[in-house]
């Protein structure tokens, strides 16, 4: 059986509808570009498109040595409504956390903000490209379940 891309690929696909005359000088669809047109318009969850970057990697979670640092990051990544490093700094001047985790918490706040930019921007090129090939491929795979749809 063929993949969806050798499907999609495959430019010799025949006219569709089949007919002798042509309107305008135009000729019909071809058989995949007939069936994308009239793929299902909710994406069902198991699609997943082929994307040209790859998921951005979540930074590693810092080496902390005591538990209030621990509890502080934990908090902020799962609600990161205010700045982790003057935090961490608070925490220092309390006597809380030590020099070393505030550090790795600054260190850790740079790298988790650029991560979830680059994960913002990746998360909308992905749903784009949801949108984009999820036609061509439901077409390929229509094809590929009906081989003598192909022959029309």
């Given amino acids: 059986m063929k993949s969806a891309q050798q499907l999609v690929g495959a430019a010799k696909l025949p006219a569709?509808?089949?007919t002798n005359e042509t309107l305008c000088g135009l000729e019909?669809?071809?058989?995949?570009?007939?069936?994308?047109?009239?793929?299902?318009?909710?994406?069902?969850?198991?699609?997943?498109p082929a994307t040209a970057k790859p998921e951005p990697d979540q930074p590693e979670y810092p080496t902390?040595?005591?538990?209030?640092?621990k509890r502080l990051c934990s908090n902020w990544i799962t609600d990161p409504c205010y700045d982790l490093a003057p935090?961490?700094?608070?925490?220092f001047d309390l006597g809380e956390i030590t020099a070393d985790d505030v550090q790795a918490l600054e260190m850790f706040e740079i790298a988790h903000l650029a991560w979830s930019d680059t994960r913002v921007e990746w998360d909308a090129e992905y749903a784009r490209q949801r949108v984009a090939q999820w036609p061509w491929t439901w077409a390929a795979l229509v094809l590929a379940a009906e081989p003598e749809a192909t022959s029309l």
């Fill in 16 to 18: 569709f509808p089949h």
């Fill in 28 to 48: 019909g669809l071809s058989i995949l570009q007939y069936f994308a047109t009239r793929a299902p318009h909710e994406i069902p969850a198991w699609f997943r």
């Fill in 64 to 69: 902390l040595d005591t538990e209030r640092a």
């Fill in 87 to 91: 935090a961490g700094r608070e925490l």
